[in-house]
């Protein structure tokens, strides 16, 4: 057995009067026109916090593997080893 329950929502009579007028264009009662414009905010909302997590999972990805990566120093020292061996073969 389903169980409502109500939420009140304080409006002004010139915000009922479009909310009305905006139901009524989509053949739909207010409630069920209010109803459907919460369930799409909640799901955006929901995809929008997914999104950020998996940002936030990239980011401490990318700082861990750039924490991997040689300093700048040690780089350049093996490219010079490299080029001066290279160098010498030819």
């Known amino acids: 057995m389903t169980t ?3 939420l009140t929502i304080r409006l002004t009579p010139e915000e009922r009067s479009a909310i009305e007028k905006a139901a009524e264009a989509q053949h739909l009662p207010v409630s069920t026109w209010l ?3 919460a369930l799409k905010a909640v799901t955006a909302e929901r995809d929008a916090e997914e999104r950020r997590a998996k940002g936030r999972e990239m980011k401490a990805w990318l700082l861990e593997e750039l924490w991997r ?4 120093h ?4 093996e ?3 490299a080029r ?3 160098w010498g073969r030819r």
């Open 69 to 72: 990566l040689p300093a700048a």
């Open 35 to 37: 109803r459907q414009l």
């Open 4 to 6: 409502t329950a109500d």
């Open 74 to 77: 040690e780089h350049a020292d």
């Open 79 to 81: 490219v010079e080893r």
């Open 84 to 86: 001066k061996r290279d």
